[in-house]
């Protein structure tokens, strides 16, 4: 939380300053995530677990910021932080096995799973479109790569004692991305797509966002607050010994300056 209000005061101080011939907008938020699916590790040798009905986790509620900075020349800029954690407890019926440990059948399980997002984007906007429609169609293309921070533990009782399995890594994934905004007097409505596939593995996720603009400075900024849905899914297939399929639904909402 005090990232999401770091980010926001710099955020603030920032749109007070307008540069001539470039645009930015900055953003912060909230976003529910409800996650779903299931992880092996290790391939072929490990359980197949289910998120929710051996894992137990639920939906969890984490702030989020973005940025974009569109320049004259060269590349826009595209910054975005989304962290998520989930935790929960469940029991599995027969033995389960995580890494390099076996968990008694019908025990509980505690389980944290990490999974940090960074976005650093570089995008167009498609010539002569935005033009040709006086600023109300801007569709964007461009390059994303994303940081995946993850980090999976399971807590059980292993024969007769307690044991912890952890398993985390860093995984940079590049992705495509497009982006399409209608922008009209009072109210914008947002897609964006991001996604790669590569080897049996894919990546991808959906964002939808309407805006509502209620407060304009002429030649300096608008504020403006938005809501919005998020649909991403991973699937893993053999990637540092975890095969997966991550499917995370989120709703969220957030307010933001653009100048």
Request: charged share 20%; aromatic share 10%; no cysteine.
């Amino acid at each position: 939380m005090r990232k999401a209000i770091l980010l926001g005061a710099i955020f603030s101080v920032s749109s007070s300053f307008a540069v001539p011939l470039v645009n930015a907008e900055f953003s912060v938020g909230a976003m529910s995530h409800d996650p779903s699916g299931y992880v092996e590790y290790p391939t072929g040798s490990g359980t197949r677990a289910d998120l929710k009905d051996t894992l137990g986790l639920g939906k969890k509620t984490k702030p989020f910021a973005r940025a974009k900075i569109e320049l004259p020349i060269i590349p826009n800029l595209y910054l975005q932080y989304i962290p998520m954690k989930f935790e929960g407890t469940g029991r599995y019926s027969t033995t389960l096995k995580f890494g390099n440990v076996t968990y008694n059948a019908n025990v509980d399980l505690s389980t944290s799973v990490k999974l940090d997002h960074y976005d650093l984007g570089l995008y167009y906007n498609i010539p002569l479109v935005g033009t040709a429609t006086a600023g109300v169609i801007d569709p964007e293309l461009g390059i994303n790569v994303r940081l995946l921070d993850f980090e999976g533990r399971i807590t059980g009782q292993s024969g007769s004692v307690t044991r912890t399995e952890t398993k985390s890594m860093k995984v940079p994934v590049p992705m495509g991305y497009a982006g399409l905004g209608i922008n009209l007097p009072y109210v914008s409505l947002i897609g964006e797509l991001r996604g790669i596939a590569y080897k049996g593995s894919r990546y991808y996720d959906v964002t939808g966002e309407v805006r509502i603009k209620p407060i304009s400075i002429p030649g300096m900024a608008s504020f403006f607050v938005g809501a919005g849905y998020r649909y991403e899914e991973l699937k893993l297939d053999d990637v540092s010994d975890v095969t997966a399929k991550v499917k995370v639904k989120s709703l969220f909402a957030n307010v933001g300056v653009a100048f």
